[in-house]
């Protein structure tokens, strides 16, 4: 077992505890267990991105932090800490109380996260009301129309009153943050948020969630398969494989050394703005593996070029600073060979 | 009856095709009933002369009637009846069709409403709670209920109703009927067993269709977990968010039980005594009362094709999709 | 003035006897509990049959008198004994050559329609029965070439061109003799059937024909003081199970036209009464004797001997009717006794016997397509199998079977005519080939004399003794086979009392009342 | 190769609840085709083998015994003819229309349906027309009316209640029809200068069959409580020839004082209809989820 990080020293963490505090979780659903020991800490008004290929478990992280494990999943160990308080074994109606207050999310498809029959407003003042019973139905409106403004929604007393299919798939995804964040969560997991979307909309996503991250003093948790997205917009990485985190640190470090091979080759599979024209895309070779049945060591051993038999035989521990740890029996050296051969 | 599919403009765009439409079935089904009638055997004259038939009367009241002219012809005379609102009278007693028919549509009409409100009545809970776990006890249950009302024809089901609520328990009256206007609970009463009965078949198909598309809602649809994201509670999950998108496959079904349940009266009213136009047509048809099976057919037909048409529009009015079509989506 | 004063004193006496004594019939169900009390209402129910129209003079299928007799009343009328009594008619008289009667009617009697009732009206009814276009259900009752006189405001002269000693019967018991208002006649034209005006002790108020009809109370009623009831429903009913249940469950004081098997079913009820009147009408198998295979008299005997009518009464029909050899039922003065020389009674070894000597036998009989005849039909194909005799069943509508018969177009037919007490109303129309359709094609000298004779003569006993010798001949040419004949049986509970049952299928209403209960 | 398209989580995970799911209701299937089989053997083989009383012409003295009375092990009917034999040549006769009934409804209706939905423009208007017209008229009106003219032999009551199906299985060929249309081989084939029978014959008619033949078994279920119903309406096949439906509509007379009269038939009928519907029901599922 790995001993847990201590949370780094920023004096803000020390008196407030991280808004969102994974150690050690474990979740399984059915015979296949997809997050093995996972620990991560995100402090208020940070973002960390939680990188991997799909399959890794990185999404099914994010909806256990929500309580929102599909039928047959549970979590089979570890513990799950928002705000400081321990909410791995609510019960559902514990659990209603905490999502949305507490804890919010966002998804990757904007076109059907909306219920397509009901107003925009409608859906928006339901989520304000839940969790705040008391306030008039003017109230509610106001603080919806607020909440459009801040997610950046021009003419919002016009868009309260249209339906989803009315809007674009950008402004959808603006509005599914808006009910995230209508009851200033702790945290803000955003589960692959613009996958579906273009490239433009995409940057102003983004951009977005930086902005309420620093306005709300809100932790976001943006979970993606594009290594660059973390580069260009979160505070931490986190780099996940066969459910595990193979790799985390600050976005600098972790970009610029990166210790983990994995790391390495996820970042050189994506296509850099001045790699040579026509250039073939470097691929990691193989599968990602079958969670059902993990390989004994490191599960990216059969896929990695420096493995070794230590690599096989052991499962390598967590180690390096507490700031930038990794999980490898041979980490890349400081200006070690950056393009494999 | 082709739903409200293909390509998609302002709600009353398409009521000019639609009545076009309306009009071209009520005919086909005019067309249909007459040819099936005149072309069988059975002779009109001698059933309604009874035993006193000499050849001679038989062949007076033939011409009479004018069913020697040739098939078309008296399918021409007939529709130029209908346009003028005259559908012709009994063979049996001279009764207006029209005054036959409109007496009787309004009960065999409340029966159906009444029978679709039950079923619909039952069906929205029990899938509800059927799809609370999906493949548990109460999902098997209302599968096995669902299965035997389909096993079971409505007369034996009637009969066992009559047996158990109107003898044993003395709750509802077993025959007659109680105009709605004379004296509102007293139609209630005898129209419940009646609605019953007929409501067993399309309760199942409900809560069939229900249960299904229910539950493929909360697997496949993202609102759902949004609306878990938000924290709402699981009934209101199922009542505010997924019901709702479940009402337009359950109007099309409610369309097609519609026409089922008109034909499936015919037994009901036979066994409770309800005077509506099912046994209407039964009697008619035994004594090859010509007009009145027409008229009754012709009337049956319109209020199915109504119905339908009515639901159509109603697509365009429920769905938002549908009614704000013009966005820049 | 002082006949027609004994008159009213004879229509009082015959109302006394009828609301008091209740008639014959077993079971003490109608001696009345306490004094009539006016006011309340009643349901009646009936399944398996249903009515057209409440027209006198037009054919009906399958008519339901209880109604007609609500809405109208006859010249005469029958009483529970059997015996005809004046009604709107307060005296009738034959002439001594018997070619003429007279009738004295009722003073101060108005249709419900304000019509007054006279002399007129009978005429206008009579001649309508008779017209030919007309086409009248039951005007074969009348004989075609009467001729009706108003000789004053309340006088009626009936000439006939020879005796009808049947007369009287067909005024008291069969449509003929029903008084409707000239004047809605008029008004109403083809529609009639469905504003039926009388001068019955009920008026019809609203009805959905066929399936029920709401009867309420003729407030100025030519008899004073009745009826007790305020109102009257009469619902036809698709399946007889659930006409049963709604008389059980209370929604209904009487069933009408109750089955053997409703009778069976109900026998353990103890608040439900059985009324049982001795039979008039017989379950019959009707043979076209024009026709191969039943054109032989051999083959007609064999059918009869194949019969079982015993076992047929007792299980089929558990025991509430009884076997018969006359072509008329117990109820009739002119009935025999139960058996008749001649008749071919239930001997499988004669029925082979005649079967073998025509070289085998096999035919179809056309049948009511109602499950209780279909049942019926089929037990009896079973007992004549045992005999070598094939029976198909032919099943049709009602109206088809009627219509099919009428123009000889089957072998065999299966038929229960509804039962008169005078033989000259249903029994000669079928067999004598000088009057009527004749379905059976019988051509019999012999029994067409006996029939005429019938009608002719005067006085009960000697067209007893007509009848007797008429249906011994009928035995011996067996132009039909009888299964067994067939009371009509109703079933009421204990709060309405006063119904007068006939041996017809008619009841009268005006004297019924609903205790306090 | 990483795979770089965006799949959502669910799909990613083949969760293993939906993985036990069909086994369970395959189960169910092979359930409801054994019973099915098991009556079609009842009713058409076991008279032939098992010696038993004739079905009608029963013997009067026997007649209403209660079910379990020695030598009726279902009792006798109002005739003290045998139920159980009775219910068994009674079997074939529901089954015959069930069957045939729905063999036509498929037939017929399939082959119009495909027809529409391949070939479209007029035809598909005026077949559609037609569907309209046969569906806006209530089915059993439809088979009353013909059973009640053309009489009441086995043959006519198929046809009342084939019409009922036809137009049923109509909409449904031509909806499958329509979409495997769209499917790039038919379309490649067309291109590809195929005759149009040969396409109808080797890539629409494998396509579209098994969504009909699913309905078809749900279909016949409906055709059996279809006859049963022209039975209680006096217009089903005529005693003493027996079927279901008419067993029970002579039973239904004395339902309170012998209620084994139409139980016995109603539910050989029940068990049957709930077999074919369970047995279309799954097929249907497994289908879906595939």
Partial sequence: MSTPIPATLDPVSVVTPPALELTELRVQVGDASIVNGVSLSVPPGKMLALVGESGAGKSMTAKAAMGLLPRGGRITGGSIRIGGREVSALTENEWRRVRGSEIGMVFQNPLRSLNPTMKIGTQLAEAIRLHSQDLSSAQVKARSLELLDQVQIPNAPRRYEEYPHQLSGGMRQRIVIAIALSCKPRVLLADEPTTALDVTTQAEILRLLGDLQHSHRTAIVLVTHDIRIAEDHADRVAVMYAGRVVEDGPVSAVINHPRMPYTRALMTAVPQPDSPPHSMLPVIDGRPPDLRSLPVGCAFAPRCRFATDTCTSADPELEGTADHAFRCWHPLTEGGPDVHE | MSNGGGQVHGIFGRLPGRILRLVSVVFGVCLLTFVLINALPGNVATAVLGDQAT???????????????????????????VFQGDLGSSLVNNQPVWDAVAQRIPVTLELVALALLFAIAAAVPAAVLAVRKPGGVLDRVLGGVSFSFLATPSFLLGLVLILVFAIELRWFPVSG???????????????????????????????????????????????????????????????????????????????????????????????????????????????????????????????????????DMLYGVVDPRIRHDHADA | MRVRLAATMLVAAALMLAGCSGGSGSGAEETPTGDPVAGGETTIVVSGRSWAHLDVAVPAVTPIKPLLNAVYDGLLRLTPDGEIVPWLAASYEASDDRLSWT?????????????????????????????????????????????????????????LTEPDESLPSALATTAVGLMASPTAVEKWGGEYGLHPVGTGPFMLESQVVGQEAKLVKNPDYWVKGLPYLDRVTYRALGSADSALQTLRSGGADVMDFVAPQQADAAKGDATLTLVERPALSVNEILLNT?????????????????????????????????PTQSPIGSGSWAWSGETVDGYPAFDLDEAKKLVEEIGGLSFSVKVSNTPDYLQQMAAVQAQLAKAGIEMEIDAVEPSQKIADVFSRNYEAGQFIIPGLPDPDNYVRPFFDSTAGANPSGLQDPDLDALFAQGRTTAGVDARAEIYKQAFERMAEVTPVVYLSDMPVMRLQNQRIQGIEYLTTDVFYLENAWVGGQ | MITLTPETRSLALPPPAR???????????????????????????????????????????????????????????????????????????????????????????????????????????????????????????????????????????????????????????????????????????????????????????????????????LQCGTAMIIEATLSFLGLGIRPPAPSWGNMMASGQQSLADAPWMVLVPGAFLFITICALNLLGESLRQARDER
């Fill in chain 2, 55 to 81: 050849p001679e009367q038989v062949a007076a009241l033939t011409a009479q009637l004018g069913l020697d002219e040739p098939i078309p012809q008296r399918f021409l005379n007939w529709l130029g009846g």
């Fill in chain 2, 177 to 311: 009927w109680v105009p709605f206007a004379q004296d509102p609970i007293g139609n209630l009463e005898t129209a419940f067993l009646p609605a019953l009965t007929l409501a067993a078949t399309p309760f199942a198909y409900f809560s069939r269709l229900l249960r299904a598309d229910m539950a493929e809602q909360l697997t496949r649809e993202d609102y759902v977990t949004t609306a878990r994201a938000k924290g709402v509670p699981r009934r209101a999950i199922l009542f505010r968010h997924v019901l709702r998108n479940s009402i337009f496959p359950m109007m099309t079904m409610v369309g097609l039980t519609t026409s089922l349940l008109v034909g499936g009266s015919v037994v009901v009213e036979s066994i409770f005594g309800v005077p509506g136009i099912g046994l209407l047509l039964i009697q008619s048809i035994t004594s090859r009362d010509v007009p009145v099976v027409l008229g009754v057919v012709v009337f049956i037909a319109a209020a199915v094709v109504i119905v339908n048409l009515i639901i």
């Fill in chain 3, 103 to 159: 009738l004295e009617l009722q003073p101060d009697v108005v249709f419900t329609d304000g019509t007054p009732f006279n002399a007129e009206a009978v005429k206008f009814n009579l001649e309508r029965q008779i017209d030919p276009d007309q086409r009248a259900g039951e005007g074969g009752n009348l004989p075609r070439d009467i001729t009706v006189t108003a000789v004053d405001e309340l006088t009626v002269l009936i000439g």
């Fill in chain 3, 290 to 322: 024009t026709k191969p295979p039943f054109d032989d008299v051999r083959a007609r005997r064999a059918l009869g001997y194949a019969i079982d009518q015993e076992s047929l009464a007792k299980s089929l029909f558990f025991g509430y009717v009884n």
């Fill in chain 4, 19 to 217: 993985r036990i799911r069909p086994r369970w209701r395959i189960g169910q299937a092979q359930v409801a085709a054994a019973v099915l089989i098991a009556m079609a053997i009842a009713c058409f083989i076991v008279p032939l083998v098992v010696p038993l009383p004739p079905p009608s012409g029963g013997d009067l003295a026997e007649a209403r015994l209660p079910p379990l009375t020695p030598g009726h092990p279902l009792g006798t009917d109002a005739l003290g003819n045998d139920m159980l034999s009775r219910s068994l040549y009674g079997g074939r006769v529901s089954f015959i229309v069930g069957v045939g009934a729905t063999l036509i409804g498929l037939v017929v209706g399939g082959f119009l349906g495909m027809l529409a939905g391949y070939k479209g423009g007029w035809i598909e208007r005026v077949l559609g027309w037609l569907f309209d017209v046969l569906l806006a008229f209530p089915a059993l009106i439809l088979a009353l009316t013909i059973a009640a003219y053309l009489g009441p032999s086995l043959q006519n009551e198929i046809y009342a209640v084939s019409i009922f199906l036809i137009p049923a299985t109509a909409r449904i060929a031509r909806a499958s029809t329509m979409s495997a249309r769209k499917e790039e081989f038919i379309v490649a084939a067309r291109l590809a200068g195929v005759r149009e029978s040969t396409i109808l014959r080797r890539h629409i008619i494998p396509n579209i069959s098994s969504p009909l033949l699913t309905f078809a078994i």
